[in-house]
């Protein structure tokens, strides 16, 4: 599985070079984030800009990454710029589920507005 990774203080941004998101990759992508999630990054954004096809595996793996992050920060998906995976999202309501964010850099926004919001809760 190809990828490329930018880790940052309160964030990693993993971008996805592949076009299919299938049960070839998803069991390679769910063994990254483990080791993502033991590393100790609070908070994750997955690119799916240059995915085409994602199947059930691969919706398996985006539920995986939310589930790890969900007790420890947020977990967000963003990048999602070919109506296949658009409508698999949509269909299998993952968009209710997990956080959709446009685009990567509206997603390090969304993070950063997100931390302020915990702050300002714990004053």
């Known amino acids: ?7 940052k203080d309160k964030y990693a941004l993993m971008s996805l070079d592949i076009e299919n998101l299938n049960s070839l990759v998803a069991p390679d992508l769910k063994s990254e984030f483990v080791i993502f999630r033991n590393e100790g990054i ?3 954004i997955l690119d799916l800009s240059n995915v085409k096809y994602v199947d059930s595996s691969g919706l ?17 998906v963003s990048g999602i710029q070919h109506s296949a995976v ?38």
């Open 1 to 7: 599985m190809k990828y490329s990774i930018d880790k």
């Open 42 to 44: 609070a908070n994750f």
């Open 60 to 76: 398996s793996a985006i539920l995986t990454g939310n589930r790890l992050w969900k007790d420890i920060g947020s977990f967000i």
């Open 86 to 123: 658009k409508k698999l999202i949509e269909i299998s309501r993952l968009d209710t589920i997990i956080t959709v964010i446009p685009t990567p850099s509206e997603a390090v926004d969304y993070l950063y507005m997100e931390h302020m919001e915990r702050e300002l809760e714990e004053e």
